[in-house]
């Protein structure tokens, strides 16, 4: 008699990795029972497929819907979800998806694919986001002068940066607007874009090189202090001051606090 | 519980995101609705809308996620996402299934069977205590859809399930049609298995569409798939109203996750469920009194 452990091993590999032969010899149910595993191993796919391609419809605008599909079976079983809330799943799934259809013939490749996909991935997150009241100057101006640079904003959740050689953000309006999508030319640009949404709105901004190091490092927990420095690494004329203040008041922070006081995050 | 709705027992529907903002713009007569708190605890806008709702209407929450049969354990941070979902919204049932769905960090996206044993029922013990410690109430678990079983078992579904029940004080939601479709499925009388279950323990019923499909593994040549993606079948409406002839009536919930119809749809099928009940009820009273 196997332990409950080995006996939930067997079944997961064959219901994700398709090795039935260890459980085979477990079950009873009809004339073939290990033969209905498949509705288990099928259910597996299907539901995982069909919760990517509702994850990256814009991807399958640009590229069709069948490579992304091919893209999905296969990633599905290679890359099984780690969180029980299925519209997290597929973070990963734009690398994987550039890398695989590189490998498929008669795929023409597309500029900044990867970037659009993820692009396509955080509009599921921010369409489901809500703003939160942001803090007020007064609050900011509360801060003392020294421990300005030793602080942390919080950043709306809805909010992604990203930065391309293309300019997909123009790309990806297209779909929001439900364009047809004929022969488009994406010239060779560097665009640096702030996105952000909020019950199911969406707003882009394009950013200066500057501003887009300022705000990126923001977003990622940095300090004020080393995003300003981020920012002068690009740009020595950079105004901290002014960016900041164009934070506050654009409503993108919700929260203050200094970087020794943090709580661990999980 | 300590709900401030009382569960009508009048039936509900599973409430899917596709409907959730026509509800709460609409208002429809309902009995109250059932969320899977897995599509809300990542979801600000859903849990917005879903806090008003929650004012609206009673809600029941039953969990996709909890797994109370993986041998490696209750993912203890969702537990408490789902905990703080209950504590907003204040719903009037919190349910689960009997199986399992997580392995080694991974989610399997399916409820997946267990061996009936002894050492899965102290694993399933262990767990349910642990949930409804957890979240401060008691937890309703559901008997599964079935395809396949386990060779190894040394008891039936139905001991299983009233072990749980003496073991932990958990509460039961017997899927009326799950009953049907495993009855088919793995060759056993469903109304057999409805006598086998301890009536005080039930706390509502599902009642969902399934799939028949060509299936060479089965003696018939034919298994059902428990898809909720079809309206309740014909076999399923007859256990329903043997269930509620044995347990008396209990609130009902119409199942629809695929292939997900216009509310009216759902609703309808509500208002069937609420008939055979009140049908059944009568001619069991009307038993009672020429007896």
Redesign the interface.
């Known amino acids: 008699m196997l332990s409950l452990a080995e006996t939930q091993q067997r079944l997961r590999d064959a219901v994700v990795s398709d090795k039935s032969g260890g459980a085979a010899d477990l079950l009873v149910g009809g004339l073939n029972a290990a033969g209905r595993l498949a509705i288990h191993r099928r259910h597996y796919e299907a539901s995982l497929v069909a919760a990517l391609m509702g994850r990256f419809p814009a991807t399958g605008w640009l590229m069709g819907t069948a490579p992304i599909e091919d893209a999905a079976r296969v990633f599905v079983h290679e890359h099984p979800p780690t969180a029980p809330c299925i519209a997290e799943y597929g973070r990963d799934f734009p690398k994987f998806l550039t890398a695989f259809l590189t490998t498929r013939p008669g795929i023409r490749p597309v500029p900044e694919l990867r970037a659009f996909s993820e692009l396509d991935w955080h509009l599921g997150r921010l369409a489901v986001a809500v703003d939160i009241p942001p803090v007020t100057r007064d609050q900011v101006a509360a801060i003392p002068a020294g421990a300005l640079a030793d602080t942390r904003l919080t950043i709306q959740l809805g909010t992604y940066y990203f930065e391309a050689a293309r300019p997909i953000d123009d790309l990806m309006k297209l779909y929001l607007a439900d364009a047809a999508l004929h022969q488009i030319e994406l010239p060779e640009m560097d665009v640096r874009v702030e996105a952000r949404g909020a019950r199911g709105v969406f707003r882009f901004a394009r950013l200066t090189p500057a501003e887009f190091a300022f705000r990126a490092a923001i977003a990622n927990a940095q300090s004020v202090g080393d995003s300003a420095q981020n920012a002068w690494n690009v740009d020595e004329s950079f105004d901290p001051g002014t960016a900041m203040a164009g934070l506050i008041d654009a409503g993108l922070v919700t929260d203050l606090s200094l970087v020794s006081a943090l709580p661990v995050r999980d | 519980m300590s709900s401030t709705h009382r569960v009508p027992v009048r039936a509900g529907v599973g409430l899917r995101l596709p409907h959730i903002e026509e509800v709460v713009a609409t208002r429809p007569s309902a009995g109250w609705f059932e969320i899977h708190p897995?599509?809300f605890?990542?979801?600000?806008?859903?849990m917005?809308l879903l806090q008003d709702l929650a004012r609206l209407y009673p809600i029941s929450v039953h969990t996709?996620?909890?797994s109370v049969g993986?041998?490696g354990g209750i993912?203890r941070?969702?537990l408490r996402r789902v905990r703080a979902l209950i504590d907003l919204i204040d719903p009037v049932l919190v349910s689960g299934h009997l199986a399992?769905s997580?392995?080694k960090?991974?989610?399997?996206?399916?409820l997946?069977?267990?061996?009936y044993?002894r050492?899965?029922l102290d694993?399933v013990a262990g767990h349910l205590r642990e949930v409804q410690d957890g979240l401060g109430r008691p937890f309703l678990l559901e008997n599964p859809s079935?395809?396949?079983?386990?060779?190894?078992s040394t008891m039936t579904e139905v001991q299983f399930l009233n072990e749980l029940v003496d073991r932990t004080g958990c509460r039961l939601l017997c899927d009326v049609s799950n009953v049907y479709l495993s009855g088919r499925?793995?060759g056993y009388d469903a109304r057999q298995y409805l006598d086998g279950l301890p009536a005080e323990a039930i706390d509502e019923l599902h009642l969902g569409g399934f799939t028949a499909e060509d299936?060479?593994?089965?003696?018939g040549g034919e298994?059902l798939?428990d898809t909720h993606a079809t309206p309740v079948a014909e076999p399923a409406w007859a256990l329903y109203a043997y269930a509620i002839q044995r347990f008396g009536p209990r609130p009902t919930l119409i199942e629809w996750d695929n292939d997900i119809p216009a509310l009216d749809a759902l609703l309808n099928e509500a208002a069937r469920a609420d008939a055979i009940s009140h049908e059944t009820t009568d001619i069991e009273a009307h038993r009672v009194v020429a007896g």
Do not use: K
Not at chain 2, 41 to 46: F, K, Y
Not at chain 2, 146 to 152: L, M, N
């Open positions: 897995e599509n605890v990542a979801n600000p806008h859903g917005e996709v996620g909890l993986s041998v993912d941070p969702h399992w997580t392995h960090g991974e989610y399997l996206n399916d997946l069977p267990l061996p044993d050492e899965t694993t079935s395809y396949v079983g386990f060779a190894g499925n793995m299936d060479d593994a089965t003696p298994v798939i």
